[in-house]
């Protein structure tokens, strides 16, 4: 899928860039700073890298956000507005998604999130994000992943989905009884009995094995 040939279109969901095309020194200093901020982006939500746990680099990067910010909505430079569109970016990262290029993902989800936190699909990027992680092997940071769902969402699809999904990063690191109290407090939360039914026949399997 050709990310920049998209032709989905979201008039109320876009981020805007101010850009300017009064000069040709504007214009080239316009796209140095797109590409600026486009490393900045992707050093900010990459999982790879370690440097997003540190104090000083957490500074720098919410500085350099502000000068860009600064620069791009001056007026003096200001005549146009470039956009950044939610349904490109949420297929850009559902693209990576299912290509199983997880780590790749995991950036354009968390990219998505922040640029659109009101969209109705952030629930789904932030499952999808734990899935990425789980898929991944990194069953931590998977956990904090569905958990941040649960804080944020209450009796949804999605949030009864991550509590199953808790209670298996519990059993990949060999944490039964977390697994189980996490299913048990899944039954607490429903009254369906579908989902109750199938609470007691993942709790019965962990006693099992």
């Known amino acids: 899928m050709d990310y920049a040939a998209s032709t989905h279109k979201s008039p109320k969901c876009r981020a805007n860039f101010k850009t300017s095309h009064f000069t040709p020194f504007l214009c080239q200093t316009q796209i140095l700073i797109l590409e600026i901020l ?6 900010k939500f990459s999982p790879s890298l370690i ?9 720098g990067s919410c500085l350099l956000a502000v000068l860009l910010a600064l620069f791009y909505y001056s007026p003096s430079i200001a005549d146009s507005v470039l956009t950044v569109d939610a349904d490109r970016q949420f297929d850009f990262a559902e693209y990576y998604f299912s290509n199983q ?3 790749r993902a995991i950036g354009e989800y968390k990219r998505f999130n922040y640029f659109f936190p ?5 629930e789904t990027a932030m499952y999808r994000i734990g899935m990425s992680y789980f898929n991944s092997g990194r069953f931590k940071e998977a956990l904090e992943a569905f958990k941040a769902i649960l ?6 699809e999605i ?5 199953f999904m808790i209670s298996e990063c519990y059993l990949r690191q060999k944490s039964f009884g977390s697994a189980i109290l996490n299913l048990q407090n899944l039954i607490q939360m429903t009254d369906h009995p579908d989902m109750q039914d199938e609470v007691y026949y993942r709790i019965g399997w962990i006693y099992w094995k």
């Open 38 to 43: 486009n490393v900045f982006l992707w050093l």
């Open 51 to 59: 440097l997003n746990k540190m104090k000083r680099f957490e500074t």
């Open 101 to 103: 290029d997880y780590l």
């Open 118 to 122: 009101g969209d109705r699909r952030v």
């Open 151 to 156: 804080i944020k969402y209450r009796d949804t």
């Open 159 to 163: 949030s009864f989905k991550s509590y």
